[in-house]
Every structure is written in C-alpha cells, then in structure tokens.
C-alpha cells in the first residue's frame, strides 16, 4: 500500500514537469519565429532610428549612434501628420462601424431565417478582397475624379462648385480609408452577432425596454468583443496605411499621413534615421491607444 | 415620464380564438381563454403541447395567427411587448450575462423609472434569499440561483400580470416548496394575476385556483384542482393528473340517476351527472386509491361496484402506500392504491382478490381510452419511450 501511495505521488509530481516540457517543445518553432522575424527587426529598427549621419558622408549614409534627438526632430517635424494620420484613422473607423454594424446586424440576426441569403451577404462582403487593394483605390480614383461622371454631375447641379475637387481632399482619404477597412470591421461583428442569444433582446422588450433601449442596453454591451475587435483591425493598419492618402491614390500634397512620410523619408530622401523613428513613434501610440482602449472597454481578455 | 407605480391589481386575461401556426407545424388550434383579475391559473400539460408559446403570445414576443388578447379589458394583439403590463419568467431564466444579478432585478425598474430601483432590487433578492450574491455576474451562480434571479426579475416590477414559464423547476424540494409559498403570498398580497406554467402536477394543484390541461394545443378541460382531479372528462386528463383506472364498455340500460356499464362481464354503476356519455361504447374510472383490495368475495350491496375475482401480479411498498397490480380477466390490470395503515403489504402476488369501490367515486368519460393511444408523432421521448413498452408488453403476452 505504501509503496503504490509513493508510486502514485512520484508520477502525480513529474506530471507537471513533462507536460511543461512538451509545451516547451510545441512552443519551439513560434518563439523562433518571432524572435527571428520580430525582435531582431525591431531592434535593428530602433538602431536605425539613433544612428546619426557620417561626417562628410555622401546622403543616405548614417554610423551607429545614440541620437535621441532624431526623435525630438520626428515629432517637431511631422507633428501635423502623426495628428492627421490618426484623426483620418479615427474618423474612417467610426464611419466603417456605423457602416458595418446594421450590416452585421442584419447579416448575423435578422437574415438567420435565411441562410443562404447569409451567405451570399458574407461573400458579397468579402468578394473585394479578391481583387488587389491597389486596384480597388484606383478604381475608386477615377470614378471620384473630377472628369468622373459623380462629380461632373454634381457640378453640373451646381451642387459642387466648378473649381472644386474630391479627389485630393481629406474628406476622400477617409473615404478610401473607410471602403478598404470595412470588412475588418464586418467581418468580427459578424461572428459576434451571429451568436447573439435573441432570447436576451426579448427579455428586454418584456422589461419595458423600447427596442432602442434594449439595443444600447442589451445588444451593444454583448457584442463589446465583436467591436472592439473589429475597431482595432480597423483602427491599427488605418493608422499606418499610405496608399489612400498618396497623391497617385486619393490624397493630394495637404493630406499626407505619418505612411507617407515614413514612404518618401526611407525611398526618396534616404533619411533612414528619421523614418525609422517616425515608425516607432507610430508603433508607440498605436500601442498605447489600444492598451488604453481595451482596459475602458472592459475586455481585457483580447490582450 | 415621471416616476412610474406599480399595479394596484390584477389584470384579467382573455384569449379569444387564438391560433398560432409556425411554418409547417400547427403549435396551438383553437383557444379560448379567460383568466379573471387576481387569480392563479396554472397552465398543466405535457412537454411540446403549447404551454410556452401561449405565454409568448400573451407576452407579446409572438404574433397569434388568428384570434386576439385582451389584457384588463383592453385590445393589445398589436402591441409591442414592452407596452404590456406583463412579465415574464423565462424557461430559460434569459439573464443579461454583461450585468449584475442586482442590476439584473432592477432592469424593469430603471425602464419605468421607479423611485429607488436599487433598494427594490436588494428586496426582491432578500425574497429569493440572494441578497450576498447581488454584486455576482449570472454565469457565477448555480442553475438553481439563475432560476431565483430571474423570478425576483419578474416579480419585483409587480405586473397587472405575471407568467411563470416553469419558474421552480430547478429547484430542490424544500426551496420550492418556500418560493411556491412566497410567490402564492406575493400574489395574494397585492391580488395580481399569475399565469403559470409547470410539468408538475403536484404544485399546479396546490398552487392554482385553477387549474387547466392542455394537450396538443388545445385546452382539454379547466377547472378547480379538485373537481378537474375527481371529475375527469378525457381519458388524457384522467392519466395525465394522477393515475386512474380506466374501463370500456357498452352501456346497458340507463336510470334517472345512473347509467349501467358492462366491464369484465360485471355491471359497473356510474351516476348520470358524473358520465360524460350515456349511450353506446363508454369509458368510466376509477381513481386507485378510491379502490378497497378484498380477500374474499363481497357481498353484493347497493351503492358499491366489485370487479373480481383477480390475482394480484405486483405488489409495490412506497413506505406511505402499498401499490398492488391486480389482472382481472376482461378488464385491463387494475391499480390500487392502499394506505400502509398495517405493517407491510396484506397480499403476496398470486393472491386471489377482488376490488371494489363506491358508485359515487367513479366517472365517465366523454372519450375512450383507447383513442388516448393514439400519439401524434410529435410527442415527447418519455411518451414514446411509455408507448414502446406497452406495446413490448403487449407483444410478449400475445406470444
Ligand atoms: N419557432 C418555432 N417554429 C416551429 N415550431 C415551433 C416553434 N416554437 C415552438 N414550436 C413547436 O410548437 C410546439 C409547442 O412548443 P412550446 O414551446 O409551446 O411547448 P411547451 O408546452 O412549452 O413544452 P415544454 O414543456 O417542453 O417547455 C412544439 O412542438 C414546438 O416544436
Ligand atoms: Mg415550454
């Protein structure tokens, strides 16, 4: 008897031990990955960003160094497009969630008695990704341009002045922002809706909820994580996109954000330092925001 | 709107022709219903046979097919939940998961602006005794407290009309025998009217005032619990609250005040007024504790009805009763019901017995037994499963 008691309590206090090994082991190939594809990048990213020019060097050559002032020159520099970058990104996110959420809606609670219909509205929603982003903006372009049959019309119905442009405006980089981001934000309120226990938004109307008390009670507290899920796929690559506010997409000179100038600083004027810590900055507030975002929300289970 | 009140009273209810079909399924044919101001109504009847879409309907979540509903008096077919006096205590408790048990019970409150939301929420928690676990999140509690929380949901807003889907079912014997007590006085304090809704035959008939079986979305009878017990007019009543021995035969002649049936070649009496049918093919019964367990033949006396001799084939001690299966040839097994006032059984199987019981205790019904067996094929697995041994049985007795 004592003998099998010592024998089962030897095992009982190796399980543990082997079990961490294995997981050790399965963990194996990720912790490679990422240290070989994200911690090496990022520290050489925060290398580049304190290197400071070789004296009499030719342009675009730069020496190890510890130049934080590359970063005080960052942000006195580009302050006006670190700003701008994220009001555009704030701006298309909360349009492609007033977009998306009767979408969802519908989609994922009132369409349930049809189910093909569901699927054919989820296809339709993801039917864009199969054709390039670049040629979608593009597209987009043209169609918003001032030869375009949109604005030639409107002009024609003296609703736009003559002398007036969409395309090169800010208001058309949040529009492009808003279109290409809108099934990152479709798509996780979809799956968080699809599940919605109606049973919930019943009880509500039995408790002399009116239906718009009920969805700002009931509905919208339940599909928090769809939200905030889909406002950070949103909100996160909006932020750094520099394809819809290029002049050759639907920006113009005044609409640049922190992208472009990351783009232009690192290919045309080989100012490696400077983009490297405009890069990290973005990375910084990105992080910062979204830290802050989760914690008021109160889904901190996502982090 | 300023601060809301409660009801002062019940409300009645009055269902009028209602249908509900859903697409390809007929849930509810034809009911007709009135429920006067501060009653208890219990609503009784086998799973899938209607109960919860009745209170669905009356609650609004569901639009009737045909007929309409009448809440105090006033038309409110058309109108939205919310605007319905009524609450509901949901079958499946539908607690909000992203909010407090206490700010769960006050949701109501907060809708019609009472005065004081919060205290009347700790309330109507001390009532289902959940006071300490007020700050909890519902996925905390035990099925058994998710059932209280969602009865003090209701309750505490006080409705003209309340309904109760099943609202004790997952609870122990002791706790339902307290909350059947404090909803009963709740009731009665404020005189509100209660719909409610059990698979439990014992505390509908305690409870209610009323008490009505349904069956296959209909009603198939209503009344007081003890006339609906004692007086049974369907065979589906008479087996489905308590048990009852039922016997089929043809009427031989018919009195002023009873009527004559053949059973097992013996006249069985049935007073007038307690036979549904007085002509042709007719199914009486008796209730098997109204049943007296002889050791010898009686002798024949007026106002009593003997079947036998039978041989008793099973014999059940239940501590309280002693049930004993008695087959008389020509009549199906006969069950009775004795009270243990002796030691023990009196009778070992093989015995040979006869039963007897007073003519005034027995019942006619107004259909036959046989046409009970019958089932829909969208009954219930216990059903079928009952169903699938009877007709095992039957088999190896044939064999
Ligand atoms: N939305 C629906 N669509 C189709 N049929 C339905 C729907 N809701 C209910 N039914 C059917 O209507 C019948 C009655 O259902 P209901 O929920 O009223 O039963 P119930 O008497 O409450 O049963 P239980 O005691 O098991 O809760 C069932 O046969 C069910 O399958
Ligand atoms: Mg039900």
């Known amino acids: ?303 | 709107m300023a601060t809301g009140s409660f009801a002062t009273s019940g409300a009645d209810l009055e269902l009028v022709g209602i249908q509900k079909r859903f697409p390809g399924f007929t849930a509810i044919e034809h009911l007709d219903l009135v429920i006067p101001a501060g009653s208890f109504f219990a609503l009784l009847g086998p799973s899938g046979c209607g109960k919860t879409t009745t209170l669905r309907l009356v609650a609004g979540l569901e639009d009737p097919t045909r007929g309409s509903i009448l809440i105090g008096g006033e038309d409110v077919t058309h109108r939205k939940p919310f605007q319905r006096p009524v609450n509901t205590v949901f079958q499946s408790y539908a607690l909000f998961p992203h909010m407090t048990v206490l700010e769960n019970v006050a949701f109501g409150l907060r809708r019609r602006k009472m005065a004081k939301p919060l205290e009347l929420a700790q309330e109507a928690l001390e009532l289902v005794e959940l006071e300490h676990l007020a700050s909890r999140k519902p996925t905390q509690l035990s099925g058994g407290q998710q059932q209280r929380v969602a009865l003090a949901r209701a309750v505490v807003n006080r409705p003209a009309l309340l309904l109760l889907d099943e609202p004790l079912g997952a609870l122990d014997l002791k706790l339902r025998r307290q909350m059947q007590l404090e909803l009963k006085s709740i009731q009665e304090e404020v005189g509100l009217t209660f719909l409610h809704v059990t698979h439990d035959q014992e505390e509908a008939m305690t409870m209610a005032d009323t008490v009505a079986v349904m069956n296959k979305g209909r009603i198939e009878q209503l009344g007081a619990p003890e006339d609906l017990y004692e007086l049974p007019h369907t065979a589906f009543v008479a087996n489905f609250l308590g048990q009852s021995n039922l016997f089929t035969g043809p009427v031989l002649e018919a009195t002023s005040h009873a009527i004559a049936v053949e059973v097992a070649g013996t006249r069985v009496l049935v007073p007038k007024a307690r036979a549904r049918k007085h002509s042709g093919e007719v199914t009486v019964g008796i209730r098997p504790e109204k049943l007296r367990l002889l050791t010898e033949a009686p002798p024949t006396t007026a106002g009593v009805n003997t079947l036998g001799p039978g041989t008793v084939t099973d014999v059940s001690f239940s501590g309280v009763s002693t049930q004993y299966q008695v087959d008389v040839p020509g009549a199906d097994s006969v069950t009775v019901f004795a009270q243990n006032l002796d030691f023990g059984p009196v009778v070992t199987p093989g015995t040979e017995v006869w039963v007897s019981w007073k003519v005034d205790h027995g019942f006619g019904l107004e259909d036959s037994a046989s046409e009970e067996a019958k089932f829909a094929p969208e009954l219930d697995t216990a059903t079928i499963a009952v169903q699938a041994k009877r007709d095992l049985a039957a088999e190896l007795e044939v064999s």
């Open chain 1, 1 to 303: 008897m004592a003998f099998a008691a010592f024998a089962t309590g030897t095992a009982k206090e190796q399980a543990p031990r082997r079990k961490s090994r294995i997981a050790l082991l399965l963990l194996l190939p990720g912790i490679l990955y990422m240290m070989l594809f994200f911690l090496v990048p990022l520290v050489s990213l925060v290398m580049t960003s304190l290197q400071a020019p070789v004296e009499f060097g030719d342009i675009g050559e730069y020496e190890t160094a510890f130049r934080w002032e590359n970063y005080v020159v960052a942000i006195s520099t580009y302050g006006e497009h670190i700003l701008r970058s994220f009001g555009y990104a704030l701006m298309a996110t909360i349009f492609a969630l007033l977009f998306s959420y009767p979408l969802a809606y519908f989609i994922g609670v009132k369409a349930r008695p049809w189910p093909l219909l569901q699927k054919l509205m989820l296809v339709m929603v993801i039917a864009p990704f199969f054709i390039s982003f670049l040629l979608r903006t593009l597209a987009w372009k043209s169609l918003l341009s001032d030869e375009g049959f949109l604005v030639s019309s409107l002009k024609a119905l003296s609703l736009m002045a003559p002398d007036a442009h969409f395309t090169g405006t800010g208001a058309a980089v949040v529009f492009g922002l808003t279109y290409n981001f809108i099934p990152f934000m479709t798509l996780p309120l979809y799956a968080n809706l699809e599940r919605l226990d109606t049973r919930l938004v019943e009880a509500g109307g039995d408790l002399y909820a009116r239906p718009a008390t009920t969805f700002f009670k009931v509905t919208v507290p339940l599909s928090m994580p769809g939200i905030v899920s889909g406002v950070l796929l949103t909100f996160i690559p909006a932020a750094g996109d520099y394809i819809n506010a290029s002049p050759q997409f639907l920006g113009g000179p005044s609409t640049a954000m922190i992208g472009n100038v990351i783009e232009s600083n690192f290919l045309v004027t080989n100012n490696y330092p400077a983009a490297a810590s405009l890069s990290i900055i973005l990375m910084a507030v990105i992080l910062v925001m979204v830290v802050v975002y989760i914690k008021r929300s109160g889904t901190e289970d996502l982090l």
